[in-house]
């Protein structure tokens, strides 16, 4: 039977993966773990206080609760880990190998970790980004993800661990908000356009990066973990790919719903942190692979989050 543990289950990815695992695994199979307290929505199943860099309650928890695989979400965000720099490369790296680590000697079924298109830096080519490419990143975060993809990989051709990761481009979703990314200004903009306020763009109006809507993030983490191993030939992190926009393009998808919205820049030290990503990603290995495509384009993706939004806001239409 499987067992699941999340740890950073309030996050942003976190919040979504735990319900879509519980409708699938059964509540009681899924327990959310963060170091913040259990949001309502993660409140159907078991919730565990966990900081993943204290390695024995990591132990206690996946033995008491005979976990056999473990969604390893808690990390920092790119622009929060440039404030804290030391403390973000620790709970990046730290945290994944501890996880690796406890796989390999209680001989866990499955890992699932998340990389990032920040893996990716400026002497990358920007355009339909390969999969095997030039990365050099220049942020803490990306640094830490690159790393941590090596081991994903050693630690899947030395000790048979079978570790699985996404590079995840900006994730859209309304049910729960990102913390210290790049990608956020994509998430707010929606929430200050049903307010019915202008939003001030801290990136500039034609930064294009790869994004993609919660669903197709959550739909392309559950069809990698629920692949045949023999058909993974990616083992440090796949490139995925749906969406590819600037901030004046999604204001404009905006304004197709709703018509007087504003948009204002004031481009802050995140600008350069998105200029030294990709504007979008080749990601023909997962199509290839495991058989990935994304449901939502820009406009599909706008039109369900404002519907969804509209609901929870209890704003009519
Ligand atoms: N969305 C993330 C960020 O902006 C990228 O992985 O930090």
């Given at each position: 039977m499987d067992k699941i543990l999340v740890t950073g289950a309030c996050g942003q990815v976190g919040t979504e993966l735990t319900v879509k695992l519980r409708e699938i695994y059964g509540d009681q199979q899924v327990i959310a773990s963060d170091i913040a307290d259990p949001k309502e929505v993660l409140q159907q199943g078991p919730f565990e206080e966990l900081d993943v860099l204290d390695m024995d309650h990591l132990e206690d928890l996946i033995q008491d609760y005979d976990v056999t695989q473990v969604y390893h979400l808690a990390a920092l965000l790119s622009a929060k880990a440039e404030q804290q720099v030391d403390f973000a490369w620790k709970l990046n790296t730290q945290g994944l190998l501890n996880v690796l680590n406890l796989a390999r000697d209680l001989d866990l079924e499955k890992v699932y970790w998340p990389s990032s298109?920040?893996?990716?830096?400026?002497?990358?080519?920007?355009?339909?980004?390969?999969?095997v490419t030039i990365t050099n990143p220049n942020t803490v975060y990306g640094i830490s993800k690159l790393a941590c993809e090596r081991w994903c990989e050693y630690y899947y051709r030395k000790f048979d661990v079978d570790v699985r990761s996404l590079r995840y481009p900006g994730l859209i979703g309304y049910k729960a908000m990102p913390g210290g990314g790049t990608t956020d200004y994509a998430v707010d903009i929606f929430h200050k356009a049903l307010e019915g306020e202008p939003f001030e763009c801290f990136?500039?109006?034609?930064t294009y990066l790869p994004m993609m809507y919660m669903e197709d993030a959550v739909k392309a983490t559950i069809d990698l973990m629920h692949a045949e191993g023999e058909n993974l030939s990616v083992r440090d992190s796949y490139n995925v790919a749906a969406i590819s926009f600037s901030p004046a393009e999604i204001a404009a998808a905006i304004q197709n719903e709703i018509p007087d919205f504003n948009i204002t820049y004031q481009p802050d030290y995140r600008q350069e942190i998105a200029d030294s990503w990709p504007n979008s990603i080749d990601d023909s290995q997962a199509r290839q692979d495991w058989n990935w495509s994304p449901n939502y384009d820009l406009q599909a993706m706008s039109k369900d989050m404002l519907a969804n939004l509209r609901e929870l806001k209890e704003i009519p239409s």
């Open positions: 298109i920040a893996v990716f830096g400026p002497d990358t080519p920007v355009d339909q980004t390969p999969q990136l500039e109006p034609d």
